[in-house]
């Protein structure tokens, strides 16, 4: 990759002038660059024959908050050094929440120079009219949000919506489904809708939500907070979202090290008959290895247990 121009840079896209020029912020911004490409090229999310002269559309969802921003800024960076060939359509929807300020996207848009649209929908009132105030809106406002950005991304012709979430989101969705929903799941980087029309991305897959926070903050992008949500308490995302950070304070690294494994999955050394044919498994004749068998590297936490108690003798 080129270095990172400098913000004084007159071809620079207008959204990415007022970069930080300090040594620091450029690691920063080139990690999620690097970061960002990796997962659209180790996931398939541009189909063979993309060129600059046969372009697909995807439509960026921005919310206002630092993960959409930083989404936004890591595509339009992409698309402009030539590494994209996408075109990019920015779409807020706008879900008549109390005290939501409507200027701040177009004016963020126009200033920067970015196509974009503003969908206004009251999903607001239809979560808060079915939903108990007790109860937590997450699941229903997710799926009208979807519904009307699968059909406002029809309306363009757009091949995928794009979303900002990042590694502690996928981390997060896999402990609540662990724990509260007795499977082994996540959001996957890449996957199709229902209706199998549409594909929906995730290029920050692979993203620290730290490093956002950090590139928000430098790029003093205007932040709406969400106070549908948001405002709730007692979130089952937040208790697992303090969980991670107190593991990672307790052991830096250790998202990582946990973000990874969701790519190194071995069925069979899970329970789920559906993917390993457990019943039909038996001892083969000779020195056949079979698939299967015991882990090939032991277990990191069996070797530092082993190596505790030696110590302790």
């Known amino acids: 990759m080129n270095d990172i121009a400098d913000s004084t840079d007159t071809d620079v896209p207008a959204l990415l002038r007022n970069a930080p020029s300090s040594v620091e912020f450029k690691k920063l911004r080139k990690r999620l660059l690097r970061q960002a490409r990796e997962v659209i090229s180790d996931f398939g999310m541009l189909a063979d024959g993309t060129s600059q002269e046969k372009r697909p559309k995807w439509l960026v969802c921005l919310s206002g908050g630092k993960d959409s921003y930083t989404l936004l800024a890591v595509l339009i960076e992409l698309q402009w050094r030539g590494l994209l060939p996408v075109e990019l359509i920015a779409c807020n929807l706008d879900q008549a929440q109390p ?5 701040v996207l177009p004016n963020f848009f126009e200033e920067n120079g970015v196509e974009h649209l503003i969908v206004r929908e009251d999903t607001y009132s239809i979560v808060t009219d079915k939903i108990p105030e007790h ?12 519904g009307i950005l699968y059909r406002v991304a029809r309306e363009q012709g757009c091949e995928a919506i794009v979303l900002g979430h990042h590694r502690d989101d996928i981390l997060e969705t896999f402990f609540m489904n662990l724990f509260h929903g007795g499977r082994l799941a ?4 890449k996957l199709i809708n229902d209706e199998g029309d549409l594909l929906v991305l995730r290029p920050l897959a692979y993203s620290a939500e730290s490093d956002i926070a950090k590139f928000s903050d430098g790029m003093q992008f205007p932040i709406i907070p969400c106070n549908l949500c948001g405002s709730q308490d007692g979130l089952q995302r937040e208790e697992v979202k303090r969980m991670l950070q107190g593991w990672e304070r307790e052991t830096p690294g250790r998202l990582g090290v946990m973000a990874r494994a969701l790519g190194h999955t ?11 044919d457990f ?8 020195d056949v290895a079979v698939e299967g068998g015991e882990a090939e590297e032991p277990c990191g936490a069996s070797l530092a247990m082993t190596a505790k108690l030696f110590a302790a003798e």
Request: charged share 20%; aromatic share 8%; glycine share 4%.
């Open 99 to 103: 005290g939501f300020p409507p200027e």
């Open 135 to 146: 109860r937590t809106y997450c699941s229903l406002c997710s799926r009208l949000r979807r």
């Open 186 to 189: 996540s959001m996957p980087p």
């Open 266 to 276: 071995r069925p069979s050394h899970l329970l789920d008959r559906t993917l390993y």
């Open 279 to 286: 019943v039909n498994l038996r001892p083969a004749a000779g």
